[in-house]
């Protein structure tokens, strides 16, 4: 007989809500809390932004969405889609600095030189973004072999390596700017839990462990678990697998390895990410083994893998298999 729990869902946003809802199919007696007063977490739209443009200031009034008007998915939205409910088809800088969590709109870029300093998901399309109304804009990526170069096909849209100081980059050019815009990624905070030092975030804020497959800290499995930690992942879909597997788990449907074995799979992961010379900070990066981990999740409940049509969209976007290209890729679907 399936065990019935009280189970609490920190936060309604989509990973929250479809937790919630495969708990309660699971008959579990679930309680949502919430901090703000709508649900959608940080898929909610606001047009306000923080006090302090770079979000360093701890006694900022706090603006906990990040999205920005223009926003659309960079996946098409039918890999957007969860499975049964379907889409309908640098501070001594004098200038201005703010951090992609606080940009909304264009319009404040206009005629300016800008740089963003991030060449993930969130600076590739903001970049874009900024580059319809501003006079020039320059991208700034880790990579240290990145020649200077024009983006795509905007006029005003450059490629450039890191910036070591001020705004000159890594590979000698500089370039007076007016807004340097940081599109540097976001870091796990979960102020709310405290485990004992069984359960950490890394000194970077990148990386949540140990976490057995993202979701279960094997010393508190059937105590504690996440969801939507993944990065570059089919995100609705992969929190719905996520919670499911929780929700079967908890019921005692499906059983977790041991603690010993889930232990040892983290450190394997970790050690792969090494030999692989991939940093700490991309421990939850799942691409290019998104599809396997979707198969791999939709396994454990019984569900069936990705067809083959949206497995052969995902890779459409993406420039070359097994590194993150960029298509320029973004849903138009208004709604």
């Given at each position: 007989?399936?065990?019935?729990r ?10 929250g809500l479809?937790?919630a809802?495969e708990l309660q199919?699971?008959g ?8 703000s007063n709508q649900l959608g ?8 932004v923080?006090?302090?443009l770079?979000?360093?200031d ?6 906990h969405s990040?999205?920005y008007?223009?926003?659309r998915?960079n996946?098409?939205r ?5 499975s049964d409910?379907?889409?309908d088809?640098?501070?001594n ?12 709109v264009p319009?404040?870029?206009k005629d ?5 300093i991030?060449?993930?998901?969130s600076g590739l399309?903001?970049?874009r973004?900024?580059?319809t109304v501003?006079?020039?804009v320059h991208?700034?990526?880790r990579?240290s072999?990145i ?7 905007y006029?005003?849209?450059w ?6 100081v ?9 370039i007076?700017?007016d ?5 540097t990624?976001?870091?796990?905070d ?10 950490t975030v890394?000194?970077?804020g ?6 057995y497959k993202?979701v279960?800290p094997?010393k508190l499995?059937?105590?504690?678990s996440f969801v939507g ?5 089919i995100?609705?879909l992969?929190?719905?697998?996520q919670?499911?597997w929780?929700?079967?788990?908890l019921?005692g ?5 041991s ?5 040892a799979?983290v450190?394997?992961h ?6 692989a010379?991939?940093p ?9 083994h998104v599809?396997?981990y979707?198969?791999w999740?939709a396994a454990?409940?019984e569900m069936p ?5 949206r ?6 976007i993406?420039?070359?298999?097994g590194?993150v290209?960029w ?7 208004n709604v």
């Amino acid at each position: 007989m399936a065990e019935s729990r009280r189970v609490a869902v920190i936060g309604a946003g989509p990973s929250g809500l479809v937790t919630a809802r495969e708990l309660q199919r699971e008959g579990h007696r679930v309680v949502v809390f919430e901090k703000s007063n709508q649900l959608g977490g940080l898929w909610v739209y606001n047009p306000r932004v923080e006090t302090d443009l770079l979000s360093l200031d701890l006694n900022r009034e706090i603006i906990h969405s990040s999205l920005y008007k223009s926003l659309r998915t960079n996946l098409p939205r039918q890999l957007m889609s969860l499975s049964d409910y379907y889409f309908d088809c640098i501070k001594n800088w004098p200038g201005k600095q703010l951090h992609s969590h606080n940009y909304r709109v264009p319009e404040p870029f206009k005629d300016q030189i800008v740089v963003v300093i991030g060449d993930g998901p969130s600076g590739l399309d903001i970049c874009r973004d900024i580059a319809t109304v501003a006079k020039q804009v320059h991208l700034s990526t880790r990579s240290s072999e990145i020649v200077v170069s024009k983006l795509d096909n905007y006029e005003n849209l450059w490629n450039h390596s890191k910036v070591l100081v001020k705004v000159t980059f890594l590979d000698g050019s500089s370039i007076h700017a007016d807004i340097i815009l940081h599109c540097t990624g976001y870091k796990y905070d979960f102020p709310f839990l405290e485990t004992n030092g069984i359960v950490t975030v890394d000194d970077e804020g990148c990386a949540v462990g140990p976490l057995y497959k993202h979701v279960f800290p094997p010393k508190l499995s059937l105590c504690l678990s996440f969801v939507g930690i993944p990065s570059q992942v089919i995100i609705f879909l992969g929190s719905e697998l996520q919670a499911k597997w929780i929700a079967q788990v908890l019921s005692g449907k499906v059983l977790l390895p041991s603690e010993d074995d889930m232990l040892a799979d983290v450190e394997d992961h970790s050690r792969q990410l090494e030999e692989a010379g991939i940093p700490n900070r991309h421990t939850h990066c799942l691409h290019p083994h998104v599809i396997e981990y979707i198969d791999w999740l939709a396994a454990r409940v019984e569900m069936p893998p990705i067809d083959a049509g949206r497995t052969e969209m995902y890779w459409s976007i993406y420039k070359f298999v097994g590194q993150v290209g960029w298509s320029g890729y973004r849903d138009l679907w208004n709604v």
